[in-house]
């Protein structure tokens, strides 16, 4: 199944597993690998028709503890040039099927553990979730309203965490390989991804620029410039109109212009600017601001709804959400001149003895 992306004929097998390593083998597949999804006959993993977390893969059933389901995979890696799995560590080598053993037959094999807590520490053999994950970052503590709790941030940050660095980790990996023949293990935590796409929080608080609390930074909620507001029928905007030109568009485009009104950066302003913002957009709804402010230069947007998103003019203009099999799902990213992209089909099943002649023909 492989595709016409800048990953043709790569040879990916990945473990079945939940989350980020699902993602990074979606994204692989994606971009043109020929990925290969080693699902258990039961447990926790099904296959699910039209799940687009799951397309661009064909599918082959082996019971990694038997015997014949641990050679089946080991024959597998023997041809694949990346192996994706998110077992708790040691979980891989008691089934015989661990890094030691698979770069032994395949030793340009990268060999990537795509897990919560990572490959070591005192955390690494326990359980979690995404939630767990960024709540240790520091980065679930600074999410959410000052007198509410922390906002669960969906699944969106540890699954990014965990699927884009382990994609970085086995592309960086596969490069050297390139240069010394050798293939090694990609350890992708998704405790080390969330930090790193936090670093730029980390860059204010060593520069002094960053307070611990929720609603007291720039980028928080805290600035009246740089946050959401509630429209006339419940409906919401989100401003980020921090520039100097961005911030006259919007006073501009609220009629605001010519107001007495504090400066943009006096803090002890900011509650004064707030009350007025309030209150001006609570006279109109959402729709008719988005109007208000089309083509206008004042970073304002609407804040959609996952349907209103999918037919939204800019993301329909980019084909960015789109209906594969009457499945509506995010299309590929990133874009690419030559090599073009498109979301793949839903799984495939497949023998294990027609993806090895496939493999064995290239």
Aim: hydrophobic letters at 45%; one cysteine or more.
């Amino acid at each position: 199944m492989t595709g016409t992306g800048p990953l043709s004929g790569l040879r990916v097998l990945e473990l079945a597993g939940l989350g980020s390593v699902a993602v990074a083998a979606m994204t692989l597949a994606d971009l043109g690998a020929d990925v290969v999804r080693l699902d258990r006959p039961s447990g926790p993993y099904p296959v699910s028709d039209g799940d687009p977390i799951l397309r661009g893969r064909r599918h082959v059933r082996a019971d990694l503890k038997t015997a014949e389901g641990r050679a089946a995979a080991l024959e597998l890696a023997a041809s694949a040039d990346v192996l994706l799995e998110s077992l708790r560590p040691g979980v891989a080598e008691r089934l015989g099927v661990g890094p030691r053993i698979c770069l032994a037959r395949n030793p340009r094999l990268v060999y990537a553990r795509v897990t919560g807590w990572g490959q070591d520490g005192p955390m690494s053999h326990l359980g979690g979730h995404d939630l767990n994950y960024v709540a240790l970052t520091g980065v679930l503590r600074a999410l959410g309203r000052a007198d509410e709790r922390p906002a669960p941030p969906l699944n969106l940050l540890g699954f990014a965490g965990g699927a884009i660095f382990g994609v970085v980790g086995v592309l960086a990996a596969l490069r050297e390989v390139e240069r010394s023949g050798r293939g090694q293990v990609v350890d992708a935590a998704i405790v080390d991804g969330v930090g790193l796409l936090a670093q730029m929080v980390w860059s204010f608080r060593q520069r002094g620029q960053w307070t611990e609390e929720r609603e007291s930074n720039l980028f928080d909620g805290h600035a009246p410039f740089y946050d959401t507001y509630r429209c006339a029928d419940g409906e919401f905007v989100a401003v980020a109109a921090m520039e100097p030109v961005f911030y006259a568009n919007l006073l501009d485009g609220l009629g605001l212009a010519g107001e007495d009104l504090p400066a943009q950066l006096d803090e002890k302003g900011w509650p004064v600017l707030r009350a007025r913002f309030t209150e001006v957009f609570a006279g109109r709804t959402r729709d008719e601001w988005a109007a208000v402010f089309e083509g206008r230069d004042a970073c304002l947007t609407p804040v959609l709804r996952f349907s209103e998103a999918a037919v939204h003019p800019h993301l329909a203009a980019r084909s960015a959400v789109v209906s594969r099999d009457g499945v509506q799902q995010a299309a590929p990213a990133p874009r690419f001149s030559r090599t073009t992209t498109s979301a793949a089909p839903p799984p495939v099943p497949d023998s294990l003895t027609a993806v090895l002649a496939d493999w064995r023909d290239r």
